[in-house]
T-cell receptor
Framework: DVKVTQSSRYLVKRTGEKVFLECVQD?????MFWYRQDPGLGLRLIYF???????EKGDIPEGYSVSREKKERFSLILESASTNQTSMYLC????????????FGSGTRLTVV | GESVGLHLPTLSVQEGDNSIINCAYS??????FIWYKQESGKGPQFIID?????DKRQGQRVTVLLNKTVKHLSLQIAATQPGDSAVYFC????????????FGKGTTLSVSS
């Protein structure tokens, strides 16, 4: 079974902390994505990466950065966490172009207090 | 901006009924559409997809219909079961988004026995 693994299911962080969310896939996929999911807003794309060391901004990149040093790992970084970043964060990966074969992780529920 | 949306945020049905979940999209250039199911505490899971050169595709108990004239997508679930209770998302691929899918806001399906 193909897998996308997010390192934490639940996280609680304080305002102003630097937060790292980790995602690892074992499918040798080229593309990886970070979304946040909020009630009534659906899934919104934060950043994505189509190759090692490459990254592209999504719809809501403000307050976030990413790192892709290895093909299998894509990290989302909150430079200085704020309460409005409390959300469910979902990582996904895909092999093909144009969205084919997306596989999601189980999500990390982040609470910033 | 262009986005994918769903007509109803919630849908309640009785066990054994057929369910229809609707989605409207606005980008006529989109050529690939997917339905995802997200159960509580889990990441979205692929249900069925359809390309723009088709207007219907069937899976096990599910059918996706695509009407490009009115930019409408629907998911039909036959003989709905309690295990079908979840949030359902439609997603589209647009060349403007590169390799990233654009998601709708989701419909919560509740199945009562």
């Amino acid at each position: 079974d193909v897998k996308v693994t997010q390192s934490s299911r639940y996280l609680v962080k304080r305002t102003g902390e630097k937060v790292f969310l980790e995602c690892v896939q074992d499918m040798d996929h080229e593309n990886m994505f970070w979304y946040r999911q909020d009630p009534g807003l659906g899934l919104r794309l934060i950043y994505f990466s189509y190759d090692v060391k490459m990254k592209e901004k999504g719809d809501i990149p403000e307050g976030y950065s990413v790192s892709r040093e290895k093909k299998e790992r894509f990290s989302l970084i909150l430079e200085s966490a704020s309460t409005n970043q409390t959300s469910m964060y979902l990582c996904a990966s895909s092999l093909g172009p144009n969205g084919r074969g997306y596989t999601f992780g189980s999500g990390t529920r982040l609470t910033v207090v | 901006g262009e986005s994918v949306g769903l007509h109803l945020p919630t849908l309640s049905v009785q066990e054994g009924d057929n369910s229809i979940i609707n989605c409207a999209y606005s980008n006529s250039a989109s050529d690939y559409f997917i339905w995802y199911k997200q159960e509580s505490g889990k990441g979205p899971q692929f249900i069925i997809d359809i390309r723009s050169n088709m207007d219907k595709r069937q899976g096990q108990r599910v059918t996706v219909l695509l009407n490009k004239t009115v930019k409408h997508l629907s998911l039909q679930i036959a003989a709905t079961q309690p295990g079908d209770s979840a949030v359902y998302f439609c997603a589209e691929n647009s060349d403007q988004a590169g390799t990233a899918l654009i998601f709708g806001k989701g419909t919560t399906l509740s199945v009562s026995s």
